[in-house]
């Protein structure tokens, strides 16, 4: 049965940095496009970042350019979200999810893309 955990969230000062895990069971990551959604209170759902599976390319929202970094550990089964310079408009619940379809080179933020997410983690900037 797949199912992903998301780990990592916390309370962090404007400026600091924390690391988001998504350990996944049932399925093998590496075949597949991972996707990092946040959902702040109040507003839609965002698409943050994605790795697709065959060629690793990566994607990152503008809003997160430059300060968020998304990576693959095969040998955990996990895919790890490190976020830097972190802001108070960062603060929301993060998901992550599984595009089931395999061995795709290029990956997107959709959400209704993905086939499976996890219970969420929250993350709170603030000083």
């Known amino acids: 049965q797949v199912h992903l955990v998301e780990s990592g969230g916390g309370l962090v000062q404007p400026g600091g940095s924390l690391r988001l895990s998504c350990a996944a069971s049932?399925?093998?990551?590496?075949?597949?496009?991972i996707g990092w959604f946040r959902q702040a209170p109040g507003k839609e759902r965002e698409g943050v970042s994605c790795?697709?599976?065959?060629?690793?390319?990566?994607y990152y929202a503008d809003s997160v350019k430059g300060r968020f970094t998304i990576s693959r550990d095969n040998a955990k089964n996990t895919v790890h979200l490190q976020m830097n310079s972190l802001k108070p408009e960062d603060t929301a619940v993060y998901y992550c999810?599984?595009?089931?379809?395999?061995?795709?080179?290029?990956?997107?933020?959709?959400?209704?893309?993905?086939?499976?997410w996890g219970q969420g983690t929250q993350v709170t900037v603030s000083s």
């Open positions: 049932g399925f093998t990551l590496d075949y597949y496009n």
């Open positions: 999810a599984a595009d089931l379809r395999p061995v795709q080179a290029m990956c997107v933020t959709t959400a209704n893309e993905y086939d499976y």
């Open positions: 790795i697709s599976s065959m060629a690793g390319s990566t």
